[in-house]
């Protein structure tokens, strides 16, 4: 069965510092992964996602996410966060075709002070 | 607009009273799921259906059923809740030929309380 781990449950940054969220998946096969964002009081959002090609994978608002199978990683950055970002995320999995089951990590809090 | 809707979007109600929660999508998806957010537990799935007719269970499907004879719409049940059933809930779709239910859309939830 898949899994998500993310470790970091609750994350403080000033403005303008450098984030790194880390997410690792468990899964014996192809993957996809997922980043979601959720703001306060509000639904989940796509962040970026990695189905194939360049592990480098960039997505909206400045995130960006880098693939490393080797240590079944994918873990999300930006070089300089804005009070803005201050939401939940969320690190997601599914396995390749077949296994349509979408398996989410358990959330990283950020909080931006400004 | 392209959305996901749900209702109600809030809900206390009692145990063992049954109570159906509506999922709507108006964009022609074919795969739609439900989720509960739990504090440090994150998002689980409880349901997901790949098509009309075609439903199967996630990680925590205890207590819930679903039914899909519509494409647009993905009702969650629960037939006796529990107060363990208090949560929040997500509905989610996805086009399948768009890569995959990953790239989900979610509805704005339902604060569920069963007192």
């Known amino acids: 069965a898949q899994s998500v781990s993310q470790h970091n449950h609750h994350v403080i940054l000033s403005e303008a510092a450098s984030l790194e969220l880390g997410c690792n998946y468990s899964?014996?096969?192809?993957?996809?992964l997922f980043w979601y964002v959720q703001y306060p009081g509000q639904h989940l959002q796509l962040l970026l996602k990695?189905?194939?090609?360049?592990?480098l994978v960039k997505g909206i608002k400045g995130f960006e996410a880098e693939f490393i199978k080797s240590k079944f990683s994918f873990n999300l950055r930006k070089p300089s966060v804005q009070w803005s970002d201050t939401a939940e995320y969320f690190c997601a999995v599914k396995g390749d075709f077949g296994n349509e089951k979408l398996t989410f990590g358990t959330g990283t809090r950020l909080t931006i002070i400004p | 607009e392209a959305q996901v809707t749900q209702n109600p979007r809030y809900l206390i109600t009692v145990t063992g009273k049954k109570l159906t929660v509506t999922c709507s999508q108006n964009?022609?998806?074919?795969?739609m799921s439900w989720y509960r957010q739990d504090p440090g537990l994150g998002l689980r799935q409880i349901y997901y259906?790949?098509?009309?007719?075609?439903?199967d269970k996630g990680d925590v499907p205890e207590g819930y059923k679903v039914s899909r004879k519509e494409k647009r719409n993905f009702p969650l049940i629960l037939e006796s809740p529990s107060p363990n059933q208090t949560s929040l809930y997500f509905c989610?779709?996805?086009?399948?030929?768009?890569?995959?239910?990953?790239?989900?859309?979610f509805g704005p939830g339902t604060r569920l309380t069963v007192l």
């Open positions: 990695y189905f194939s090609g360049d592990p």
């Open positions: 899964y014996g096969g192809t993957v996809n």
């Open positions: 259906s790949m098509n009309v007719e075609v439903t």
């Open positions: 964009m022609n998806h074919e795969y």
């Open positions: 989610a779709s996805s086009s399948i030929l768009a890569g995959g239910p990953g790239e989900q859309f």
